[in-house]
Nanobody
């Protein structure tokens, strides 16, 4: 079974920066659209940023200008660079891939387990 594993979360002071990484495991042939979501306690999961297989990006208005999504297809990895962090950014951050093609199967609607980001004031 293909897996997405996030890393890079932690505790940071308001105004600081973190870079999240998400790497797909398995014998990966290709990965389609990738996204970062986040979910805070008592809130619905919300879309933060997305990136196509060719590098086209979209951002939620609340993070635009502060966050940057990127990917390295050769390493099967998507990144989220987060600058000027605010306490409101505190959440569990999840990576998502709509379609992962491996040597054995095609996997749809793939989610990572999440990584905690805590921004203190």
């Amino acid at each position: 079974q293909v897996q997405l594993v996030e890393s890079g979360g932690g505790v940071v002071q308001a105004g600081g920066s973190l870079r999240l990484s998400c790497t797909a495991s398995g014998s990966i042939v290709s990965i389609g659209l990738m996204r970062w979501y986040r979910q805070a306690p008592g809130r619905q999961r919300e879309l933060v940023a997305s990136i196509t297989s060719d590098g086209g990006t979209n951002y939620a208005d609340v993070v635009k200008g502060r966050f940057t999504i990127s990917r390295n297809n050769a390493q099967n990895t998507v990144y989220l660079q987060m600058n000027s962090l605010k306490p409101e950014d505190t959440a569990v951050y999840f990576c998502y891939a709509d379609k992962i093609v491996t040597g054995a199967a095609v996997h749809y609607l793939n989610w990572g387990q999440g990584t905690q980001v805590t921004v203190s004031s």
